[in-house]
């Protein structure tokens, strides 16, 4: 009896030794045992340059329904409307077009989500960088980084929370007046451009010191919108960095939009490839569905422009060939039919933003398929984030509102001649060098701010009936700020 | 003598020790215990002294029957002639004779030398033994809420999953399948919806191999005895950490001494659709087409696509199984195979399921030994499906295509539309797409019991899982509108595998004096599972001919990013726990558990949880006062309360800072793996607790011919596991797990059962279920780490992309919350009501202008079952039945948008409607889902046959959902209601329903 208790309770005994609870983690990685390689430390700002690229919903320059679409659907340039039952989506593409979103508009609260995540992985690297020797040279790039998603969130919301940690507790996330964030985002520039490499060719699709300059004079052009004062001198001392650091002109427009962005104009690309980083949508949105299959994929017939923004361009433009219209529709020498056994031709007037018939609207195809390998799923154009003809462009811009109208006129012709078009003629204004930019521009991602800046943004035009001010800046998605009560609405929403 | 010496041995517990211990110093155990019980079954075969048979009832002679001498461990058992023989029984011995499922008898001795017995059969009903985790109680004993159904009494038929034999019966049970999808398991849910994200999957308790209800889909129906369900928290504690949303615990049958037999159950089973939608044919869609004026292209067709998806199934239900043994040894072993083919064109599954248990007694029957090792192969020919967007389903696009469309060109390739964004052709999308699974899984287990002395038992159980399922999808090139158009083809191979094993040392120890009587149960347990799987897509194949099977074959130059993965996670439960019953003169009942719980899944500091449970019980009906009552034969009064931790939604490793690959990017030129973070971390995770409050009435009147139960509880989830939404910043990601709020659940339940009619040829019976519950989200915002967090308005539930169901505080789980119709205005457009009167109608999810206009979840769901017998003839009836519970029907919405009729078909009342374009979802389109169904008729009859070696030869036909009376407008009002995110909302997710129509032969061998 004595005997089998001792061995029964020596079972007992065992027990706690069966009583580990530690998790063993298989197929993800315990943060801190990651970041201890080169490579790893690398990876850490690789990270930060997909988010540029994020092709999920609502997030980066790949991404529908995110920044891109916030900045470009919103304006004359890009149009989606509702075509039948197509496109209808609960009514956000037309909401933005017209300029009535609210706070509950779908696209806002991804967005800036995708900034902030962006952000933190920023903070997350700096911490990786800051703490390890190999990391050091980074560190200036993640700041660079960090500032241009600041730069978009002045730009989008204006007052918004400056996290400069990992960890932040949510006390700390208050929010920043737009002066406060311009002036961090202009230290932050000053301080870490100078520090980055100046390589083109070995720096393609990252950050060097002329993408931070160019970055730097965006921020300076708007500055008045910003923050009440404007820093034209500055943003052109800022432009003239990156004339100096040997950019020009590339000769042939469209070779800009293709596979690879030739690196002696554009300044930041994002690179893009069908397969291993996708995803290039622009050229699915906008072609009809049989002109897709021409192509063999499943295009989606959505977004298009309305013929008034096609008088913009004066004949010879040879930019105006990046819109389709009004002839039948060619692939690999094929006229390509639509849906009724007629020829495919787009039409530029469309009959109404709620229901656009099947083939209006005039097409872009600044992102051909031509131009890239593509797949069902992503064409393979890289996409120019800044390039040297949106430098002159600014320069210009800077130096008309400097009075150096000389100076002015000389950049905007040599965007204009590679253009085709003769030397500009007349007095030039500022309406004329926004519709330049539109010209040259065009779904690259600029045009909202380029017309808040010239106080363009709320005209009526097209479907489009006008609009006040504080659609300027976005409001706090709905979401965002039932999370976080401790946040401020922007004004008017 | 030599016999008694050795049988004997075991009087002496130090002895026994001393030989126990040796033997497993000689770590030749088991070896021992085989020569042992050789020799112990050679030595037995001595000369008589005392003899007798033992025949049942009917005459015939009992073999395996077992007689011993009360007091002492000597005895025997019958032969196959139901003689025994016992040696030197004193003159004053009392002999015990017993005999699974036979009343034990005791007869005195008294100096006779033969004495023959005839055993009667264990009366069911108060006798009944109740399964209520890690041992069993007399249910006279049992002090919670438990249900228990025995096998005789199952719902009959083509039964393709176990829950279906229960579906309707039990109060507090709620057994629901959407559809008639032959790989869709029926949903089980008992008392409500009690856990947002902790799971709400009953635990399923498998002859003790536990596991969810995906356990039950790898048994074969037939092979189960009885199924008892602890629904209250008082009896459900005892498995704490995974039985807080109720324990459904499986008995599968055993093999009966002496009794050999084979028996063969075959089932053939016709399908038809029970319910079709109504949309418009094709001179009704050219009709309104041309008075509105659309223009529109007519193919000249007259196409229901419906019908055209749609066909009549079978179900095959075949089983065969062998069982018999003796008193020391019996087994049963059956083989299963059902096979269905689905009413949704190409659907169907094919299953094969073994069984295998024995159970061994030695060591003159102290030591109780049973393995069970079952294996089930399935393969499932799934739903064609598309992940490319839902408008490309089946369902879908059977729907909306319009009438006028041909299945297939004149050429025979199939027809479609290619100037339709999202055009899929239904036919095609089902008849080109492979989309099959092979489910393989099995269990093992071993359990060995070893009276120790009198009083105490040791118990070992140890057992093994694991599911390994096998998926293959493929979608040919020119299947329009789909991935695999996308992609020139698209192949998918993945395996999933899921390995749970589990380990529990028991101990038991029973005591009876005078007019107390005590029971203990202690437990360790320790319970790891492991989840892992692989995927690979192929896209862009130059010929469909080997489909999925070679993946190869896809052009390697249009590999993405994510189309090789591979998963892996483990986590670990560990419990000690400890329950005493006590009973004093049989009247005063006493339950008490205690249970402290270990999960992985937990934050470092918050691993461990303890979980107390009580319950008392009052038999009045023992008390003087009413020992004469003629009309009271039985009367009980039970009062609970327990408290039990859930974890079992939980994900594991979401309490530690992880990075995760992230895709892929072009980096200086070169494809780079993203590494990033992939979750936040909340390193304070915890139990969620569930207290639950239960108090019942249990009654046996009018001689046991009215009987019924009473319970009412009142349950409270504390620290209620859930992904709140957080702020970004500082988050990574919007969502988070931690234990914030709370919800409530409050029921009632009432089951009665009443025999009119019972005499030795007819009998009759009638009974009734009928279970309330009332579901509440008490809170959803709380402070995490010093931070307020607001979650309330949660978007739950979907339609056509639209929010329609929320998780909102002070109202049910899953609750619309949507806009009230006001008219439709000139245009067509839905004129939605101004409800907080500021002059115009906000649209979004947290507008003042929506309002509570539903609940999905029902006021009360009931049953009623009646079955008749006379003579060989007996019959059944079995009514479900569910009330107050509404649906959004936003298929119906859909198919309400005239403005879209150029492309899409409607429903032909849209015309009388008038909506051209939804402006919002609002309650015109939530209907009332409730509904009375007959969900099974039966008739059978038992064929008298003389021939000796048939012992049962039965032919049976059963009718399923011969008719629902209900006022929902879609196909069939029973959808998903499982509480999960998107239930009670209708969105073209039904599998179609079938009615079915079942001839049934049963035949038992001797």
């Excluded at chain 1, 967005?111 to 390890?132: H, K, R």
């Excluded at chain 1, 007046?177 to 202009?186: C, D, G, L, N, Q």
């Excluded at chain 1, 010191?209 to 004062?229: F, H, I, P, R």
Aim: hydrophobic content about 35%; overall charge negative; proline content about 4%.
């Amino acid at each position: 009896m004595n005997k089998f208790l001792i061995y029964f309770s020596l079972l007992f005994l065992l027990l706690p030794a069966c009583s580990n609870l530690d998790e063993k983690v298989y197929d993800q990685i315990e943060a801190d045992r990651f970041y201890t390689t080169d490579e790893q430390i690398t990876n850490a700002l690789a990270r930060i340059y997909a988010q540029l690229r994020s092709e999920a919903n609502h997030q980066g320059y790949a991404g529908e329904k995110g920044w891109y679409d916030l900045n470009e659907v919103t304006t004359d340039e890009l149009m989606i409307p509702a075509r039948g039952a197509s496109w209808q989506d609960g009514g956000v593409w037309m909401q933005l077009y017209r300029h009535n979103w609210t706070p509950s508009h779908n696209f806002l609260g991804g967005t800036w989500e995708w900034l902030y995540q962006a952000i933190i992985d920023c903070n997350t690297a700096l911490e990786v960088f800051n703490a390890s020797q190999s990391g050091e040279q980074y560190i200036a790039e993640a700041r660079v980084l960090r500032s241009f998603f600041y730069f978009l969130l002045l730009d989008g919301w204006g007052n918004v929370p400056v996290i400069t940690d990992r960890a932040t507790p949510l006390s700390e996330t208050s929010q920043s007046t737009r002066s406060e964030v311009f002036a961090f985002v202009e230290k932050e520039l000053r301080e870490n451009v100078p520090l980055l490499g100046d390589a083109k060719e070995s720096l393609y699709g990252r950050f060097n010191q002329a993408a931070g300059y160019s970055l730097l004079a965006k921020l300076y052009l708007n500055a008045e919108v910003y923050t009440g004062t404007n820093r034209w001198a500055d943003a052109l001392e800022a432009c003239n960095k990156v004339e100096e650091l040997g950019y020009d002109l590339h000769n042939d427009y469209f070779a800009l939009f293709g596979d690879e962005c030739p690196t002696d104009e554009v300044i930041l690309a994002i690179p893009i490839d069908p397969v291993l980083a996708p995803k290039m949508i622009y050229e699915f949105r906008t072609l009809a569905y049989e002109h897709g299959q021409a192509y063999g994929i499943s295009s989606w017939n959505g977004a298009c422009v309305h013929e008034n923004f096609l008088r913009k361009y004066a004949n010879g433009d040879i930019r105006k060939n990046q819109w389709i219209y009004g002839e039948p529709v060619e692939v690999n020498g094929q006229v390509v039919k639509n849906g009724n056994g007629g020829d495919l031709v787009y039409q530029p007037s469309i009959a109404s933003l709620e229901n656009a018939g099947t083939y209006e609207g005039a097409r872009n195809l600044k992102f051909s398929f031509e131009r890239a390998p593509y797949n069902g799923n992503s064409g393979g154009n890289d996409f120019p984030v800044f390039r040297f003809a949106d430098v002159l462009l600014m320069r210009a811009e800077c130096a008309l509102r400097l009075n150096d109208e000389l100076q002015a006129v000389s950049d905007l012709n040599r965007v204009r001649q590679r253009a085709g078009l003769p030397p500009f003629s007349g007095t030039l204004t500022p309406g004329e060098l926004l519709d330049e930019r539109a010209r040259e521009l065009c779904w690259e991602g600029w045009r909202r701010q380029d017309l808040i800046r010239l106080g363009k943004f709320g005209t009526a035009h097209d479907f489009m009936p006008g609009s006040h001010n504080h659609f300027e800046l976005f409001p706090i998605a709905e979401t965002t700020l039932a999370n976080n009560p401790g946040l401020t609405q922007n004004k008017g929403y | 003598m030599q016999t008694t010496k050795n049988l004997s041995f075991m009087r002496n517990s130090k002895e026994k020790i001393r030989f126990l211990v040796n033997i497993r110093h000689r770590g030749t155990m088991l070896l021992c215990l085989f020569i042992l019980t050789g020799i112990v079954n050679f030595l037995m075969a001595q000369e008589k002294n005392l003899t007798g048979r033992v025949t049942d009832p009917q005459g015939d002679p009992m073999p395996g029957v077992t007689i011993s001498l009360k007091g002492t461990t000597s005895g025997t058992i019958t032969d196959m002639n139901g003689i025994y023989t016992l040696h030197e029984v004193p003159d004053d011995a009392l002999l015990v004779f017993s005999f699974i499922g036979m009343q034990t008898q005791e007869i005195a001795v008294a100096g006779r030398s033969r004495i023959d017995v005839t055993l009667q059969p264990a009366v069911i009903g108060l006798e009944e033994v109740v399964a209520v985790g890690y041992g069993s109680l007399k249910k006279e004993d049992v002090t919670g809420s438990v249900n228990r159904m025995m096998s005789d009494n199952f719902n009959p038929g083509p039964v393709t999953n176990p829950l279906q034999q229960l579906q309707g019966r039990m109060t507090g049970v709620n057994i629901s399948q959407a559809g008639s999808d032959p790989n869709q398991a029926p949903t089980i849910r008992i008392r409500g919806i009690n856990s947002l994200a902790g799971g709400n999957d009953p635990l399923v308790v498998v002859d003790g191999v536990q596991g969810g209800p995906e356990l039950l889909q790898t048994l074969s129906p037939s092979d189960i005895a009885s199924f008892d369900v602890l629904k209250d928290a008082s009896s459900s504690a005892i498995y704490g950490s995974r039985g807080a949303a109720g324990v459904v615990i499986v008995t599968t049958r055993s093999g009966k001494a002496g009794k050999m037999q084979l028996e063969v159950n075959s089932i053939s089973s016709l399908e038809t659709v029970a319910g079709k939608p109504d949309l418009m044919n094709a001179a009704q869609w050219r009709h309104y087409v041309d008075q509105s004026g659309i223009s529109a292209s007519d193919y000249g067709a007259d196409t229901n696509w419906f019908d055209e998806i749609t066909r009549n199934g079978h179900i095959m239900n075949n089983n065969i199984a062998i069982s018999g043994g003796t008193e020391q040894l019996s087994y049963r072993a059956s083989l299963s195979y059902i096979s269905q083919e689905g009413i949704l064109l190409e659907s169907g599954s094919d299953r094969l399921t073994g069984s295998l248990k024995v159970q061994q007694k030695n060591l003159n029957d102290r030591l109780q030994t049973t393995l069970h090792l079952n294996v089930n192969t399935t393969k499932a020919d799934f739903v064609a499906t598309d992940d490319y967007d839902d408008i490309n389903t089946a369902l879908v696009a059977a729907y909306q295509r319009r009438p006028v469309e041909p299945v297939v060109n004149s050429d025979g390739s199939f027809f479609y539309d290619s100037s339709i964004w999202g055009y899929v052709n239904p036919v095609a999308l089902l008849k080109e797409t492979r989309n099959q699974g092979n489910m393989d899984s099995y269990f093992g287990s071993i359990k060995s019991e070893y009276n120790l002395w009198e009083d105490l038992k040791l118990g070992v159980f140890a057992s093994k899982r694991k599911h390994n399922n096998t998926y293959g999808y493929y979608q040919p090139g020119d299947l329009f509108g789909t991935n695999g158009y996308t992609y020139h083809g698209y192949a998918q191979k993945s395996q999933t595998a899921l390995h749970e094993g589990l380990l529990d040392l028991t101990l038991n120890y029973r005591k009876t004096l005078k007019n107390h009587r005590i029971a203990f149960t202690g437990v360790y347990e320790w319970q790891q599972s492991a989840n892992e799987g692989f995927k690979a897509i192929g896209r862009d194949f130059i010929s469909d001919i080997n489909d999925f099977n070679n993946l190869g074959n896809g052009n390697i130059g249009d590999v993405q990013s994510g189309d090789i993965s591979s998963f892996k996670d483990e986590s670990t439960l560990i419990s000690y726990l400890a329950r005493l019953n006590y009973a004093y003169r049989d009247k005063y009942l006493l339950t008490m558990n205690i249970r402290h719980d270990g999960s992985s899944k937990l934050g470092k500091s918050n691993k461990w949880g303890t979980f107390p449970s009580a319950s008392v019980a009052w038999r009045i009906s023992q008390e003087p006062f009413l020992s004469n009552s003629s009309t009271i034969d039985d009367l009980k009064l039970r009062l609970g309360y327990g408290e039990t931790g859930n974890q079992g939604g939980l994900v594991p490793y979401q309490s530690l800072r992880l990075l995760a690959s992230q895709g892929s990017t072009l980096f200086n030129g070169r494809p780079v793996t993203l590494y990033g973070t992939s979750q936040n971390e909340n390193e304070n995770l915890k139990w969620e607790v569930k207290k639950m409050v239960n108090i019942g009435l249990d009654f046996h009147l009018l001689k046991n011919r009215l009987m019924g139960s009473f319970d009412y509880y009142n349950g409270h989830t504390d620290n209620m596991l859930y992904e709140y939404a957080v702020p970004v910043p500082p988050f990574y990601t919007n969502t988070l797990w931690a234990n914030i709020g709370e919800m409530t659940n409050k029921g009632f339940e009432c089951s009665l059962e009443y025999l009119p009619v019972k005499t030795e040829n007819t009998s009759w019976s009638v009974g009734i279920n009928f279970s309330t519950n009332e579901n509440k989200i008490k809170s959803l915002n709380g402070t995490l780490n010093g931070n307020e967090l607001s979650t309330d308005l949660v978007p739950y539930g979907y339609a056509d992309g639209r929010a329609v169901s929320f998780l909102k505080v002070g109202d049910p789980v899953g609750v619309f919350y949507v806009y009230k119709h006001a008219g439709i205005d000139d245009q067509g457009n839905e004129i939605l009501a101004d409800l907080n009167n500021d002059g115009s109608v906000t649209i979004d999810n947290r507008s003042p202008d929506r309002y509570n206009a539903g609940n999905p979840q029902p006021d009360f769901t009931y049953g009623i079952n009646t079955s008749f017998r006379h003579k060989n003839f007996d019959a059944m009836l079995v009514f479900t039945g569910s009330q107050g519970n509404e649906i959004y029907n936003g298929t119906w919405s859909r198919l309400n948008r005239l403005g879209e009729i150029g492309i899409l078909n409607m429903a032909p009342e849209a015309v009388d409607n008038g909506f051209k374009v939804m402006s919002d979802f609002s309650d015109f389109w939530i209907q009332d889902g409730s509904f009375f169904r007959l969900s099974n008729l039966t008739l059978g009859y038992n064929i008298p046959v003389r021939n000796e070696a048939i012992s049962r030869l039965r032919l049976s036909f059963t009718a399923n959902n011969l008719f629902v009376i209900t006022g929902y407008k879609g196909t069939d009002p029973e959808i998903q209601s499982d509480g999960a995110s998107g239930f009670g909302i209708d969105d073209f997710n039904l599998y179609p329903r079938a009615r079915s129509f079942a001839f049934g032969v049963n035949l038992t061998i001797k």
